[in-house]
């Protein structure tokens, strides 16, 4: 699920009171957060929302649906994402980890993250994190946004080495088609499907599909 959700007070102005969730599994991360946010001065920022997991959440009312919530998935997990969202829909995801292979990153913000910084740097980041995505912005922590930005240069750059046929291949199996289903629909048989693939992977210095489809997912 990609989110494009904007916060239903983003276009306030600093004096409006942001709530903030936290979920986290580790304590100690929470109450860092908790102290940064009760020191600040600039914005009204206050946590409405404070919990180890998504599980914990079921008594929250819907006066404390917080405006941006911090999940760590560390603890949680990705899929604990979409189920924020199922209970509180008007709120807006960032997700804060030590995660940071692009394969999470994409995978986080198809589940509706909108952000995504990095645990161990944070402390900085926190309380410009919450009022740009208050606002309707997103964030990224630097090395993230460079990782997921090179990944998508080299899924062009694979392409660009492939033939309009063995392009046709890759999208047979990043769809889910069997190697008899993939020459049938392009009316070559199953040996000639097999060949094509051994060449796509001596192109891309891969040997097995699970590579491929990490490449171009």
Do not use: W
């Amino acid at each position: 699920m990609l989110r494009r959700n904007i916060s239903k007070t983003g276009h306030k102005g600093d004096d409006a009171m942001i709530k903030v969730g936290i979920i986290d599994g580790n304590q100690q991360s929470r109450s860092m957060i908790r102290m940064i946010l009760n020191h600040h001065q600039q914005y009204n920022l206050k946590i409405t929302l404070e919990a180890g997991s998504v599980g914990e959440c079921k008594n929250v009312t819907v006066s404390q649906e917080p405006d941006v919530t911090m999940l760590d998935i560390e603890h949680n997990g990705i899929e604990s994402i979409s189920a924020i969202y199922r209970k509180f829909p008007h709120t807006n995801v960032v997700v804060y980890s030590n995660i940071q292979d692009h394969n999470s990153v994409l995978a986080c913000v198809k589940a509706g993250a909108v952000g995504f910084i990095i645990k161990e740097t944070c402390v900085n980041e926190i309380i410009s994190t919450i009022v740009t995505t208050f606002k309707g912005g997103s964030v990224f922590s630097p090395s993230i946004s460079r990782n997921v930005i090179q990944q998508v240069q080299q899924t062009v750059d694979y392409q660009s080495n492939l033939s309009v046929r063995e392009r046709q291949i890759v999208e047979g199996l990043r769809n889910g088609l069997s190697y008899k289903l993939i020459g049938y629909k392009y009316g070559i048989s199953l040996d000639t499907v097999r060949q094509y693939i051994k060449r796509t992977y001596k192109k891309l210095n891969i040997n097995s599909k699970g590579e491929l489809l990490a490449q171009f997912k």
